[in-house]
């Protein structure tokens, strides 16, 4: 079994990258309350009937058919409606930025290698991520040069429940799998900008 967990559960850690061991037991948000409450469901399944369990910890994934209300998508929107976009934590914020066909290959590469039933807890959880941090502002300069256009900013405080910055160190399942991004964030990028314009006809 494979299920889906997220990067939230490390909360506002101090040390960047943050590996598979760092501390994850102070979520900020109800959301990654509920990841986490996942893994520990998860662990204790695979601990009481040996059913082999893989967690996936996704860091900020976008490109096509991404969700509209995440931040890349709204704005895009924003951007090409020519309103004002709204950028909470004044932009100090860095994501580490997966692109989708990257984070497609992770979980099928996950899915042909579960962990044995042989061990004592069948049970593992990895990050999975591109191990590069990049800036809101960097983001949004880059997105405005895709699209041709620029629009207004609007700094705003930091939002309730929402982390700072996050990187993956993604040593751990590269060592299992062998696995690494293939995309950058300028490539996933202009593939999402190039969706994006097809989709929406503009």
Not at 57 to 86: E, H, Q
Not at 120 to 127: M, R, T, V
Not at 157 to 166: A, L, S, T, Y
């Amino acid at each position: 079994m494979l299920y889906a967990s997220t990067a939230a559960v490390y909360g506002d850690n101090a040390d960047f990258p943050v590996t598979e061991q760092s501390n994850s037991d102070r979520p900020l948000s109800l959301y990654a309350a509920t990841k986490k409450a996942n893994e520990v469901m998860a662990h204790s399944y695979a601990s009481m009937y040996a059913l082999p369990v893989t967690g996936l910890r996704f860091f900020t994934v976008y490109g096509p058919w991404g969700r509209p209300d995440m931040a890349l998508y709204k704005f895009t929107d924003s951007i090409m409606g020519g309103l004002c976009l709204n950028i909470h934590n004044n932009g100090n914020h860095t994501r580490d930025l997966i692109y989708i066909d990257d984070l497609v290959d992770a979980i099928l590469a996950a899915l042909e290698k579960p962990p044995s039933a042989d061990q004592q807890i069948p049970h593992k959880i990895y990050n999975i991520g591109n191990q590069k941090a990049i800036g809101l502002l960097e983001m949004i300069e880059n997105l405005e040069q895709q699209l041709g256009r620029k629009t207004a900013h609007k700094l705003l405080p930091r939002q309730v429940g929402e982390i700072k910055d996050n990187q993956a160190d993604t040593t751990l399942f590269f060592q299992q799998f062998g696995f690494k991004p293939q995309v950058d964030f300028k490539q996933g990028l202009k593939k999402f900008v190039e969706w994006y314009r097809q989709y929406h006809s503009v």
